[in-house]
């Protein structure tokens, strides 16, 4: 399974960005997808996943209603919209798979990382 992850890049507080992650190697359409970041000195962390049709999404509490995960089964892809961004968002996000349909346990597939930058 491959997980390429893409749009990060540095912006203004407040500002947005798209991450996009196009996924290869197995049935796309039958796994639960994530987004997890881990800022510099922190431990990695979710923040948003999907169900396998895209009908449940999950958000960590600092999402705040400002991200949105989504999902083209038809494409392979999955996306991050993340709007009014904020210097705390400033981290590596990466492009997940789960071992099942729905956002449970652990990903057992993990991209490669695309950085974002928030500056004050």
Sequence with gaps: VQLQASGGGSV????????SCAASGRAFSTYAMGWFRQAPGKEREFVAG????????????FVEG???ISRDN???MVYLQMNSLKPEDT???????FPSHTVEGDPDYWG???LVTVSS
């Design 91 to 97: 981290a590596i996000y990466y492009c997940t798979s």
């Design 66 to 68: 400002r991200f949105t």
């Design 74 to 76: 038809a494409k392979n």
């Design 112 to 114: 490669q990382g695309t």
């Design 50 to 61: 999907t169900n396998w049709d895209g009908t449940s999404t999950y958000y960590e509490n």
């Design 12 to 19: 203004q507080a407040g500002g947005s960005l798209r991450l």
